[in-house]
């Protein structure tokens, strides 16, 4: 198409290596300018550029980036991108509003504290964003620090108690808790069910429509699009580099192509005949119920043993059996069985809690890698092709410091606030 780069800088030809975008450099005339003003400014200069029919499907419009999905992953990249001055971002969403699925459905909480080391330091890494979020970029805090009490058997729990030092040295406050003295918290446990508790005293709920929304109002104010409703239908690749995105609508021509579909991204990788990673969604069913007493103070409730949480939720509970039922991408309903399980492990840890008037119930996909890890990068075989997907369950309490990292990636190339090939697609390719 041999169009320029909005800050003067031509593209690279079809073929050549994906490079990270120029540094921005200040404009005449242009400083403060309001972002409708920004954006049709820019809709003129592509008039100019005459981008219209071609062989094939019409290219409607192009952009630097064309982010695929408009949950917390795409609407995080889309923010950190306009921080650093990329603002001809358009955000694809097939549904009429973001975060529909697992972002709309999830637990929502900060817990510093997992088994693999590379989720542990995004958490940690984007804890202090939750807490203290940049000057206007919400009305409400993010971040509720109620605390999280995870408890444990033996052999884990000794297990845990050696590391504990290490873990408050990575930037983790915890608190080792005696059964007894968990249960002085949480008065409904049964102490003989688990040998020691961990409380995260600092972490807690996050309010992910303050979240969501707060990428997405200030990404729009700096001039990002957004565009809802838009299916996509193949990714277009040229000299084994994606160059535009097929919707119902026409191509939409990018740069950069970001796959950030969370539980359709093998989908969308496969349209642009990426790296075939096997990233699976797994369904989790959560429930909420009345209880005969005030539960509102009480911190989230995890049992590694039983293999449940429960958390104040609407001044009731909400309670999972914490199941991960591999499926197709979908709109996953809740599972009786699941429910069934849930209630039969609360009343061997919590008696008093069950049985109690069920309120609603839902089920959200977390997809994982086959390492359980996140997939952040350009694809090694379709250059231009960039993956933000594998969330698994901890995509919206580390989608600050991933936000952040794919922009830098998409920026410059890489980034110093991580060891970036800890998540890179590349991980996955064979010999």
Avoid at 156 to 185: C, F, H, K, M, N
Avoid at 234 to 260: H, S
Avoid at 409 to 422: K, M, N, P, Q
């Amino acid at each position: 198409m041999g169009r320029d780069d909005r800050r003067g800088a031509a593209l690279p030809a079809r073929g050549a290596p994906s490079r990270p975008f120029p540094r921005p450099r200040a404009r005449p005339g242009r400083a403060g300018a309001p972002a409708p003003r920004r954006r049709a400014a820019r809709r003129a200069r592509r008039a100019r550029r005459g981008i219209g029919p071609r062989s094939g499907p019409t290219v409607t419009r192009a952009f630097e980036v064309v982010v695929i999905g408009g949950g917390i992953a795409g609407a995080s990249l889309a923010y950190f991108l306009a921080a650093r001055g990329v603002t001809d971002v358009l955000l694809l969403e097939r549904e009429s509003q973001p975060g529909s699925h697992a972002t709309g459905r999830s637990a929502a909480v900060l817990a510093e504290l997992d088994p693999i080391s590379t989720l542990q330091e995004l958490k940690v890494g984007s804890a202090g964003f939750l807490r203290r979020p940049p000057a206007g970029f919400s009305e409400t805090p993010l971040l509720d620090p109620s605390g999280i009490m995870i408890l444990f058997r033996e052999p884990v729990w000794s297990a845990l108690r050696q590391v504990a030092p290490l873990i408050e040295q990575g930037g983790t406050r915890l608190e080792l808790l005696s059964p007894a003295d968990a249960a002085a918290r949480i008065p409904v446990l049964l102490a003989e069910r688990f040998d020691g508790a961990v409380l995260l005293p600092e972490d807690g709920h996050i309010d992910v429509h303050a979240l969501l929304w707060g990428y997405l109002r200030q990404a729009r104010r700096r001039g990002v699009e957004e565009r809802f409703g838009a299916e996509v239908r193949g990714v277009r690749v040229e000299n084994a580099r994606a160059t535009a995105v097929v919707t119902a609508d026409g191509e939409i021509a990018g740069r950069w192509v970001v796959n950030a579909a969370g539980a359709w991204a093998g989908t969308v990788a496969a349209l642009a005949g990426a790296l075939p990673i096997p990233l699976v969604p797994h369904r989790r069913t959560i429930v909420v119920f009345d209880v005969p007493f005030d539960a509102r103070a009480w911190p989230m409730v995890a049992s590694d043993a039983d293999q449940l949480y429960f958390a104040p939720e609407s001044g009731g509970l909400k309670l999972s059996p914490m199941d991960e039922e591999p499926m197709e991408a979908c709109d996953p309903q809740a599972d009786d069985v699941a429910v069934a399980r849930a209630f039969e492990r609360l009343a061997r840890l919590a008696p008093a809690l069950v049985p109690h008037a069920l309120r609603r119930k839902w089920a959200g996909l977390r997809t994982f890698a086959p390492d359980r890890v996140p997939v952040v990068g350009e694809d090694p075989r379709v250059r231009g092709f960039f993956w933000l997907a594998g969330q698994g369950g901890c995509g919206i309490e580390t989608s600050p410091l991933m936000g952040q990292i794919a922009a830098d990636l998409l920026v410059d190339g890489r980034t110093e606030r991580f060891d970036a090939s800890r998540l890179a697609p590349a991980r996955f390719a064979t010999a």
